[in-house]
Protein backbone atom coordinates (compact mmCIF):
# COMPACT_ATOMS: atom_id res chain seq x y z
CA UNK A 1 0.00 0.00 0.00
CA UNK A 2 1.18 3.39 -0.82
CA UNK A 3 1.76 5.55 2.09
CA UNK A 4 -0.20 8.33 2.45
CA UNK A 5 0.97 12.07 3.83
CA UNK A 6 4.24 11.76 2.81
CA UNK A 7 5.52 14.21 0.83
CA UNK A 8 8.87 13.47 -1.49
CA UNK A 9 11.43 15.73 -3.00
CA UNK A 10 13.08 14.40 -5.58
CA UNK A 11 16.03 16.48 -7.12
CA UNK A 12 16.03 14.24 -10.23
CA UNK A 13 12.43 15.07 -12.23
CA UNK A 14 9.84 14.98 -9.89
CA UNK A 15 7.51 17.30 -7.83
CA UNK A 16 4.14 17.86 -6.15
CA UNK A 17 1.17 17.94 -8.53
CA UNK A 18 -1.47 20.67 -8.02
CA UNK A 19 -3.84 18.47 -5.56
CA UNK A 20 -0.67 17.42 -3.61
CA UNK A 21 0.30 21.04 -3.28
CA UNK A 22 -3.13 22.19 -2.57
CA UNK A 23 -3.03 19.27 0.46
CA UNK A 24 0.58 20.07 1.31
CA UNK A 25 -1.01 24.24 1.99
CA UNK A 26 -3.53 22.77 4.29
CA UNK A 27 -0.62 21.28 6.00
CA UNK A 28 -0.39 23.99 9.02
CA UNK A 29 1.28 21.84 11.15
CA UNK A 30 3.46 21.83 14.67
CA UNK A 31 6.28 21.27 12.79
CA UNK A 32 8.45 18.76 9.83
CA UNK A 33 10.68 16.04 10.32
CA UNK A 34 12.89 15.83 7.55
CA UNK A 35 15.17 13.03 6.52
CA UNK A 36 18.26 12.69 4.61
CA UNK A 37 18.77 9.88 2.06
CA UNK A 38 21.29 9.51 -0.22
CA UNK A 39 21.21 13.61 -0.71
CA UNK A 40 17.41 13.56 -1.13
CA UNK A 41 15.04 15.07 1.31
CA UNK A 42 11.99 14.06 2.70
CA UNK A 43 9.89 16.00 4.95
CA UNK A 44 6.72 14.54 7.19
CA UNK A 45 4.40 16.19 9.06
CA UNK A 46 4.76 15.60 12.76
CA UNK A 47 0.76 15.42 13.21
CA UNK A 48 1.05 11.89 11.91
CA UNK A 49 4.21 10.78 12.58
CA UNK A 50 3.28 8.27 15.19
CA UNK A 51 2.32 6.09 12.47
CA UNK A 52 5.57 6.19 10.17
CA UNK A 53 7.65 3.91 12.42
CA UNK A 54 10.30 2.71 11.16
CA UNK A 55 9.36 4.38 7.40
CA UNK A 56 11.26 7.44 8.70
CA UNK A 57 14.90 6.76 9.05
CA UNK A 58 17.48 7.53 6.93
CA UNK A 59 21.14 8.82 6.96
CA UNK A 60 20.35 11.28 9.18
CA UNK A 61 17.21 12.99 10.21
CA UNK A 62 16.15 16.24 12.06
CA UNK A 63 13.20 18.11 13.00
CA UNK A 64 12.23 21.75 11.89
CA UNK A 65 10.08 24.07 13.95
CA UNK A 66 9.83 27.97 13.60
CA UNK A 67 7.85 30.77 14.26
CA UNK A 68 6.96 30.35 18.16
CA UNK A 69 6.08 34.07 19.03
CA UNK A 70 6.31 33.39 22.03
CA UNK A 71 4.70 35.64 24.02
CA UNK A 72 1.88 36.59 21.21
CA UNK A 73 -1.23 36.17 22.67
CA UNK A 74 -4.05 37.63 20.31
CA UNK A 75 -7.40 36.02 19.13
CA UNK A 76 -5.15 33.81 17.14
CA UNK A 77 -3.68 31.85 19.41
CA UNK A 78 -3.92 32.70 22.84
CA UNK A 79 -1.59 29.93 23.84
CA UNK A 80 1.48 29.93 22.39
CA UNK A 81 2.92 28.02 25.07
CA UNK A 82 0.19 24.97 24.75
CA UNK A 83 1.26 24.99 20.66
CA UNK A 84 4.95 24.76 21.28
CA UNK A 85 4.65 22.40 24.05
CA UNK A 86 2.39 20.02 21.86
CA UNK A 87 5.42 20.39 18.98
CA UNK A 88 7.90 19.26 21.79
CA UNK A 89 5.12 16.30 22.42
CA UNK A 90 5.07 15.20 18.80
CA UNK A 91 8.82 15.32 18.26
CA UNK A 92 9.39 13.15 21.18
CA UNK A 93 6.39 10.66 20.12
CA UNK A 94 8.67 10.26 16.82
CA UNK A 95 9.45 6.39 16.67
CA UNK A 96 13.58 7.58 15.53
CA UNK A 97 14.34 10.42 17.43
CA UNK A 98 15.40 13.48 15.51
CA UNK A 99 19.52 14.32 15.59
CA UNK A 100 18.81 17.64 16.22
CA UNK A 101 16.24 20.73 16.31
CA UNK A 102 16.53 23.46 13.62
CA UNK A 103 14.37 26.73 14.22
CA UNK A 104 14.31 28.66 11.95
CA UNK A 105 13.31 32.00 13.91
CA UNK A 106 10.55 34.45 15.49
CA UNK A 107 11.90 32.44 18.51
CA UNK A 108 10.02 35.05 20.79
CA UNK A 109 7.46 37.70 19.44
CA UNK A 110 8.64 41.01 20.46
CA UNK A 111 12.59 40.00 21.48
CA UNK A 112 11.80 39.73 25.43
CA UNK A 113 14.41 37.72 27.27
CA UNK A 114 11.57 35.93 29.35
CA UNK A 115 10.10 35.03 26.04
CA UNK A 116 12.98 33.27 24.88
CA UNK A 117 13.75 31.65 28.06
CA UNK A 118 9.96 30.10 27.85
CA UNK A 119 11.09 28.78 24.52
CA UNK A 120 14.76 27.32 26.18
CA UNK A 121 12.86 25.77 28.62
CA UNK A 122 10.30 23.96 26.35
CA UNK A 123 12.97 22.87 24.00
CA UNK A 124 14.29 21.49 26.87
CA UNK A 125 11.88 19.08 27.35
CA UNK A 126 12.99 17.33 23.81
CA UNK A 127 14.49 14.67 23.22
CA UNK A 128 16.62 16.10 20.70
CA UNK A 129 20.44 16.91 21.85
CA UNK A 130 20.91 19.56 19.99
CA UNK A 131 18.98 22.92 18.65
CA UNK A 132 19.98 24.98 15.86
CA UNK A 133 18.83 28.43 15.37
CA UNK A 134 18.17 31.65 13.14
CA UNK A 135 17.15 34.99 13.74
CA UNK A 136 13.92 36.15 12.69
CA UNK A 137 12.54 39.77 12.78
CA UNK A 138 10.49 39.13 15.93
CA UNK A 139 14.24 38.01 17.51
CA UNK A 140 16.08 41.32 17.07
CA UNK A 141 14.15 44.09 17.79
CA UNK A 142 15.30 47.14 19.36
CA UNK A 143 18.76 46.04 19.56
CA UNK A 144 19.95 44.95 16.36
CA UNK A 145 20.71 41.37 17.57
CA UNK A 146 22.74 41.83 20.59
CA UNK A 147 20.66 39.81 23.04
CA UNK A 148 20.12 37.02 20.38
CA UNK A 149 23.56 36.97 19.50
CA UNK A 150 24.87 36.24 23.09
CA UNK A 151 21.82 33.26 23.70
CA UNK A 152 22.66 31.89 20.39
CA UNK A 153 25.64 33.02 18.03
CA UNK A 154 28.03 32.30 20.17
CA UNK A 155 29.74 30.30 17.13
CA UNK A 156 28.34 32.27 14.75
CA UNK A 157 29.85 34.83 12.71
CA UNK A 158 28.75 38.19 11.54
CA UNK A 159 24.78 39.03 12.67
CA UNK A 160 24.44 35.23 13.39
CA UNK A 161 25.54 33.02 10.36
CA UNK A 162 27.43 29.82 10.69
CA UNK A 163 27.83 26.61 9.17
CA UNK A 164 28.31 23.05 10.23
CA UNK A 165 28.44 19.24 9.19
CA UNK A 166 26.42 16.89 10.05
CA UNK A 167 26.81 12.98 9.22
CA UNK A 168 28.08 14.42 5.56
CA UNK A 169 25.25 16.62 5.10
CA UNK A 170 26.81 20.61 5.00
CA UNK A 171 24.34 23.26 7.10
CA UNK A 172 24.06 26.45 6.63
CA UNK A 173 22.45 29.21 8.67
CA UNK A 174 21.91 32.50 7.33
CA UNK A 175 20.64 35.72 8.77
CA UNK A 176 18.31 37.97 6.55
CA UNK A 177 16.29 40.00 8.84
CA UNK A 178 18.41 42.78 9.42
CA UNK A 179 19.02 45.88 8.12
CA UNK A 180 16.39 45.93 5.85
CA UNK A 181 15.74 49.06 3.95
CA UNK A 182 12.27 50.70 2.99
CA UNK A 183 10.07 49.35 0.60
CA UNK A 184 12.90 46.07 0.44
CA UNK A 185 12.42 42.58 1.33
CA UNK A 186 15.07 40.34 3.51
CA UNK A 187 18.64 40.93 2.98
CA UNK A 188 21.61 38.80 3.64
CA UNK A 189 23.97 41.43 2.94
CA UNK A 190 27.56 41.66 1.14
CA UNK A 191 29.62 40.30 4.01
CA UNK A 192 27.59 37.34 4.93
CA UNK A 193 27.31 36.23 1.39
CA UNK A 194 31.34 36.96 0.84
CA UNK A 195 31.68 34.09 3.56
CA UNK A 196 29.05 32.06 2.43
CA UNK A 197 31.01 32.21 -0.97
CA UNK A 198 34.09 31.03 0.96
CA UNK A 199 32.10 28.30 3.07
CA UNK A 200 30.97 26.79 -0.08
CA UNK A 201 34.15 26.82 -2.40
CA UNK A 202 36.10 23.81 -1.15
CA UNK A 203 33.07 21.40 -0.46
CA UNK A 204 32.53 18.69 -3.06
CA UNK A 205 29.83 18.71 -5.48
CA UNK A 206 28.25 15.65 -3.93
CA UNK A 207 27.74 16.72 -0.87
CA UNK A 208 24.43 17.17 0.33
CA UNK A 209 23.85 21.57 1.46
CA UNK A 210 20.96 22.41 3.62
CA UNK A 211 20.34 26.07 3.75
CA UNK A 212 17.94 27.40 6.24
CA UNK A 213 17.17 31.25 7.30
CA UNK A 214 14.00 33.15 8.39
CA UNK A 215 12.98 34.94 5.46
CA UNK A 216 12.38 32.71 2.60
CA UNK A 217 15.21 32.57 -0.19
CA UNK A 218 13.04 32.12 -2.98
CA UNK A 219 10.26 34.89 -4.06
CA UNK A 220 7.21 33.64 -2.39
CA UNK A 221 5.23 36.95 -2.73
CA UNK A 222 7.42 40.55 -2.82
CA UNK A 223 4.08 42.19 -2.05
CA UNK A 224 3.91 40.94 1.25
CA UNK A 225 7.76 41.19 1.93
CA UNK A 226 7.74 37.39 1.64
CA UNK A 227 11.17 36.90 -0.13
CA UNK A 228 15.00 37.96 -0.11
CA UNK A 229 16.49 40.54 -2.13
CA UNK A 230 19.91 39.63 -2.56
CA UNK A 231 19.03 35.39 -2.22
CA UNK A 232 19.81 35.02 -6.04
CA UNK A 233 23.00 35.52 -4.99
CA UNK A 234 23.48 32.99 -2.73
CA UNK A 235 21.57 30.26 -4.60
CA UNK A 236 24.08 31.06 -6.98
CA UNK A 237 27.08 29.54 -4.75
CA UNK A 238 24.99 26.54 -4.85
CA UNK A 239 24.53 25.54 -8.16
CA UNK A 240 27.63 23.37 -8.64
CA UNK A 241 26.06 21.01 -5.61
CA UNK A 242 24.19 18.27 -6.98
CA UNK A 243 21.45 18.09 -3.65
CA UNK A 244 20.41 21.60 -2.21
CA UNK A 245 17.73 22.06 0.12
CA UNK A 246 16.17 25.65 1.36
CA UNK A 247 14.54 25.59 4.50
CA UNK A 248 12.62 28.50 5.64
CA UNK A 249 9.89 30.16 8.22
CA UNK A 250 8.15 33.49 8.27
CA UNK A 251 5.28 32.94 6.37
CA UNK A 252 3.21 30.60 9.06
CA UNK A 253 2.32 27.98 6.17
CA UNK A 254 4.04 25.18 4.61
CA UNK A 255 4.94 25.70 0.63
CA UNK A 256 7.37 23.32 -1.79
CA UNK A 257 8.81 24.44 -4.56
CA UNK A 258 11.33 22.66 -6.90
CA UNK A 259 13.83 24.52 -8.96
CA UNK A 260 16.21 22.25 -10.80
CA UNK A 261 19.12 21.12 -8.16
CA UNK A 262 17.44 23.04 -5.30
CA UNK A 263 14.41 22.16 -2.85
CA UNK A 264 12.91 25.40 -1.06
CA UNK A 265 10.23 24.48 1.83
CA UNK A 266 8.76 26.84 4.19
CA UNK A 267 7.41 25.52 7.38
CA UNK A 268 4.46 25.82 9.49
CA UNK A 269 4.43 27.92 12.36
CA UNK A 270 3.95 26.96 16.07
CA UNK A 271 1.94 30.03 17.13
CA UNK A 272 -0.72 30.85 14.45
CA UNK A 273 -1.53 30.66 10.78
CA UNK A 274 -0.73 33.16 7.75
CA UNK A 275 -3.05 33.67 5.12
CA UNK A 276 -2.13 32.38 1.50
CA UNK A 277 -0.40 34.69 -0.17
CA UNK A 278 -2.55 37.63 -1.41
CA UNK A 279 -5.58 35.68 -0.22
CA UNK A 280 -6.02 38.62 3.11
CA UNK A 281 -6.08 42.56 2.73
CA UNK A 282 -2.30 41.94 4.82
CA UNK A 283 0.03 39.16 6.02
CA UNK A 284 -1.43 39.39 9.87
CA UNK A 285 -2.47 36.37 11.88
CA UNK A 286 -5.16 34.54 10.53
CA UNK A 287 -8.11 34.09 13.20
CA UNK A 288 -10.02 31.47 13.60
CA UNK A 289 -12.93 30.66 15.90
CA UNK A 290 -10.85 29.08 19.30
CA UNK A 291 -12.90 25.17 18.91
CA UNK A 292 -10.75 25.03 14.84
CA UNK A 293 -7.30 26.31 15.76
CA UNK A 294 -6.15 23.41 16.81
CA UNK A 295 -7.14 21.81 13.28
CA UNK A 296 -5.21 24.36 11.62
CA UNK A 297 -2.42 24.55 13.38
CA UNK A 298 -2.37 20.21 13.31
CA UNK A 299 -4.30 19.38 10.18
CA UNK A 300 -1.82 16.59 8.16
CA UNK A 301 -3.16 15.40 4.99
CA UNK A 302 0.06 15.49 2.60
CA UNK A 303 -0.45 13.46 0.01
CA UNK A 304 2.41 10.74 -1.04
CA UNK A 305 3.47 12.54 -3.88
CA UNK A 306 6.05 10.33 -6.74
CA UNK A 307 7.96 11.56 -9.98
CA UNK A 308 4.22 10.90 -12.44
CA UNK A 309 3.41 14.29 -11.90
CA UNK A 310 3.81 17.46 -13.24
CA UNK A 311 5.96 20.15 -11.11
CA UNK A 312 2.99 22.56 -9.20
CA UNK A 313 4.30 26.27 -9.39
CA UNK A 314 4.12 28.45 -6.47
CA UNK A 315 4.61 31.67 -8.73
CA UNK A 316 1.10 30.77 -9.90
CA UNK A 317 -0.44 32.01 -7.18
CA UNK A 318 1.01 35.24 -6.36
CA UNK A 319 -2.21 36.59 -8.77
CA UNK B 1 -18.33 45.90 -37.38
CA UNK B 2 -14.40 47.72 -37.41
CA UNK B 3 -16.69 51.21 -36.64
CA UNK B 4 -18.32 49.87 -33.77
CA UNK B 5 -15.03 48.56 -32.17
CA UNK B 6 -13.64 52.11 -32.79
CA UNK B 7 -16.37 53.38 -31.39
CA UNK B 8 -15.92 51.49 -28.38
CA UNK B 9 -12.47 51.99 -28.16
CA UNK B 10 -13.18 55.45 -27.88
CA UNK B 11 -15.77 55.44 -25.21
CA UNK B 12 -12.98 53.03 -23.17
CA UNK B 13 -11.02 56.20 -23.73
CA UNK B 14 -13.00 58.38 -22.77
CA UNK B 15 -14.69 56.54 -19.76
CA UNK B 16 -10.62 55.79 -18.82
CA UNK B 17 -10.37 59.75 -19.06
CA UNK B 18 -12.86 60.47 -16.94
CA UNK B 19 -11.70 58.10 -13.91
CA UNK B 20 -8.42 59.84 -14.09
CA UNK B 21 -10.11 63.12 -13.45
CA UNK B 22 -12.56 61.62 -11.11
CA UNK B 23 -9.17 60.31 -9.83
CA UNK B 24 -7.36 63.55 -9.27
CA UNK B 25 -10.31 65.46 -7.71
CA UNK B 26 -10.23 63.01 -5.35
CA UNK B 27 -6.93 62.74 -4.20
CA UNK B 28 -6.43 66.67 -4.20
CA UNK B 29 -9.31 66.89 -1.45
CA UNK B 30 -7.63 64.35 0.48
CA UNK B 31 -4.30 65.86 0.75
CA UNK B 32 -6.02 69.18 1.85
CA UNK B 33 -7.92 67.17 4.60
CA UNK B 34 -4.76 65.65 5.65
CA UNK B 35 -2.83 68.61 6.22
CA UNK B 36 -5.49 70.31 7.85
CA UNK B 37 -6.68 67.88 10.21
CA UNK B 38 -4.08 65.19 10.72
CA UNK B 39 -1.57 64.85 13.20
CA UNK B 40 -2.22 61.06 13.98
CA UNK B 41 -1.57 58.11 11.74
CA UNK B 42 -2.97 55.08 12.16
CA UNK B 43 -1.33 51.69 11.42
CA UNK B 44 -3.79 49.14 10.21
CA UNK B 45 -3.38 45.70 8.41
CA UNK B 46 0.59 46.53 7.70
CA UNK B 47 0.19 49.91 6.22
CA UNK B 48 0.38 53.41 7.60
CA UNK B 49 -2.99 55.67 6.88
CA UNK B 50 -2.60 58.17 6.48
CA UNK B 51 0.40 57.49 3.96
CA UNK B 52 1.13 60.80 3.69
CA UNK B 53 0.54 63.26 6.44
CA UNK B 54 1.10 66.67 5.93
CA UNK B 55 1.31 68.82 9.17
CA UNK B 56 2.61 72.28 10.07
CA UNK B 57 6.56 73.07 11.44
CA UNK B 58 6.21 72.47 15.52
CA UNK B 59 3.31 69.47 15.51
CA UNK B 60 3.99 66.55 17.41
CA UNK B 61 3.04 63.53 14.99
CA UNK B 62 1.42 60.36 17.06
CA UNK B 63 1.13 56.90 14.92
CA UNK B 64 -0.66 54.11 16.87
CA UNK B 65 -0.60 50.86 16.38
CA UNK B 66 -3.84 48.95 15.40
CA UNK B 67 -2.68 45.50 14.45
CA UNK B 68 -2.21 42.06 16.29
CA UNK B 69 1.66 42.16 14.87
CA UNK B 70 4.55 44.86 16.69
CA UNK B 71 5.97 47.65 13.94
CA UNK B 72 7.78 50.37 14.37
CA UNK B 73 8.36 53.89 12.76
CA UNK B 74 11.53 54.24 11.51
CA UNK B 75 12.68 57.41 9.39
CA UNK B 76 14.68 56.46 5.87
CA UNK B 77 17.22 59.19 6.78
CA UNK B 78 17.20 58.88 10.79
CA UNK B 79 15.43 61.73 11.59
CA UNK B 80 13.38 59.62 14.02
CA UNK B 81 12.99 55.55 15.27
CA UNK B 82 10.24 54.43 17.49
CA UNK B 83 11.36 51.90 19.80
CA UNK B 84 9.01 48.30 18.67
CA UNK B 85 5.26 49.35 19.07
CA UNK B 86 3.18 46.23 20.27
CA UNK B 87 -0.72 46.20 19.57
CA UNK B 88 -2.37 49.38 20.78
CA UNK B 89 1.04 51.31 21.74
CA UNK B 90 1.94 54.41 20.52
CA UNK B 91 4.93 56.89 18.71
CA UNK B 92 5.27 60.25 18.89
CA UNK B 93 7.61 62.97 17.17
CA UNK B 94 7.57 66.55 17.01
CA UNK B 95 8.80 67.96 13.24
CA UNK B 96 10.05 71.42 14.30
CA UNK B 97 11.58 71.72 10.57
CA UNK B 98 9.73 72.24 7.31
CA UNK B 99 10.70 69.16 4.70
CA UNK B 100 9.62 65.91 3.38
CA UNK B 101 10.13 63.25 5.88
CA UNK B 102 10.08 59.45 4.70
CA UNK B 103 9.88 56.61 6.99
CA UNK B 104 8.86 52.97 7.01
CA UNK B 105 8.06 49.71 9.15
CA UNK B 106 11.87 48.62 9.85
CA UNK B 107 10.19 44.68 10.23
CA UNK B 108 8.47 44.92 7.37
CA UNK B 109 10.02 47.32 5.48
CA UNK B 110 6.98 47.16 2.39
CA UNK B 111 4.84 49.93 4.97
CA UNK B 112 6.08 52.81 4.10
CA UNK B 113 4.63 56.20 4.57
CA UNK B 114 6.12 60.14 4.53
CA UNK B 115 5.25 63.04 6.90
CA UNK B 116 5.14 66.70 4.96
CA UNK B 117 6.45 69.17 7.06
CA UNK B 118 4.75 72.28 5.39
Given at each position: ?????????????????????????????????????????????L??????????????????????????????????????????????????????????????????????????????????????????????L??????????????????????????????????N?????????????????????????????????????????????????????????????????????V??????????????????????S????Q??????????????????????L?????????????????????? | ???????????????????????????????????????????D????????????????????????????????????????????????????????????????????G?????
Open positions: MKSKDELIHDHNHDGIDRRGFLKCMAWAGTGALCVIQGGVLKSYSSQMSQWGEKATGDLSFVQISDSHMGFNKAANPDVVGTLKAAVDKINGLATPPEFLLHTGDISHLSKPEEFDTVDQILKNATAKDAFFVPGEHDMNDDGRQYLERYGKASQGAGWYSFDKKGVHFIGLVVLNLKAGGLGTLGPEQLEWMKKDVQHLKHSTPIVVFAHIPLWSVYPEWGWGTEDSAQALGFLKKFGSVTLNGHIHQTMQKIEGNVTFHTAATAFPPQPGKADSPGPMKVPADELKSVGITDVKHVQGQHALAVIDSTLG | MKRICVCIAAMAMSLGTMALLAESNRVSPYGQQNASAGTEVKINFSFGPETLKVSAGTTVTWTNRDDIPHTVVSTTGAFKSKVLDTDEKFSFTFSKPGSYPYFCSIHPKMTKVVVQ
